[in-house]
């Protein structure tokens, strides 16, 4: 059972990683209001952004009867330096590392498994395309920490961010995004998952824009057979630099629930990840 839970504990990083806390504004002026905003989403050639990343994870996992309620706690600090290439198609970019920690705590923690990394030398190459990135590359990094590492990176850097609609937008208006995020359970089967996003523009001050996401999770995990419910939501805190077309913060609060049965027993799994993710360019 233990081996089933520590490759949950892999796949639900994937998951719960991409949906988050917005506070709507209240006081917005009436000029605010009326105007419309064209807004977009992406990287662009030719910058260097630096991110600072916290992430804390807590999954609990009840297997019912009289067995005491397992957890496992993660904490993750990076800060993060990215800079892309000029280019007018596909833009090569790297990530390096200035900081990277990481602990785990609780029954299911193991600190030995906690990943380690030279900064020096660990970072991660890809390529823009059409203003998103797509990681090609991890380097530096020791062969048991590639997969963790990429579900790490993935998150952050290729699923945070949104397709905006082309036509302007004023503060109260809404649009949906939806996705899928599916992963392996290693022996066991699969985890689909859909993803529907409802994004509300709810402000705008100096230029930057205050997104509220709200995100429904609904799916399936595969186990003997039968499949299970995957049932997920969470609520986001954006705010996006209208001229410079990137996140300079990102606010999650994102909760998920897998319930199956093994050897008779009802199992069920709770995640949640609170992280914020701060990010500048370089003048």
């Known amino acids: 059972m233990k081996s089933l839970i520590s490759i949950f504990l892999n796949g639900i990083i994937i998951l719960i990683g991409t949906a ?67 280019g007018t198609t596909d833009v090569p970019f790297k990530l390096t590392f200035s900081d990277f920690q990481e602990s785990s705590s609780g029954e299911l923690g193991d600190p030995s498994s906690d990943m380690r990394l030279d900064t020096k030398i660990a970072g991660a190459t890809g390529d823009i395309e059409d203003g998103h990135l797509m990681i090609k ?7 048991i920490y590639l997969d963790n590492m990429q579900n790490v990176l993935k ?3 290729e699923l945070a961010y949104l397709h905006f ?24 089967g699969n985890v689909e998952t859909t993803q529907d ?7 705008v001050q100096d230029n930057q824009a205050q997104l509220r996401i709200e995100t429904k999770v609904s799916g399936t995990f595969v186990f003997d057979g039968v499949a299970y419910p995957v049932t997920g939501s969470g609520i986001s805190t954006v705010i996006l630099d209208i001229e410079n077309q990137y996140f300079t913060s990102f606010e999650k609060n994102h909760t998920d629930v897998i319930t199956f049965n093994s050897g008779g027993d ?18």
């Open 20 to 86: 988050s806390h917005i506070h709507g504004q209240s006081g917005i002026s009436e000029e605010t209001k009326s105007k419309a905003y064209i807004l977009n989403s992406q990287y662009q050639a030719g910058k260097t952004y630096y991110s600072q990343i916290d992430v804390s994870q807590t999954m609990d996992i009840d297997m019912g009867k009289d067995i005491p309620p397992l957890s496992d706690k993660r904490m993750r600090t990076m800060a993060v330096t990215l800079i892309t290439d000029n």
């Open 165 to 188: 609609p082309k036509k302007a937008m004023r503060v109260g208006d809404s649009f949906q995004n939806r996705f899928s995020v599916d992963y392996p359970v290693g022996g066991f």
């Open 266 to 283: 009802s199992i069920t799994i709770i995640s949640n990840e609170i992280s914020s993710n701060r990010t500048v360019i370089a003048k």
């Open 137 to 143: 590359n991890i380097c530096g990094v020791e062969p």
């Open 197 to 203: 996003m409802v994004i509300t523009l709810v402000g």
């Open 155 to 157: 998150p952050v850097f």
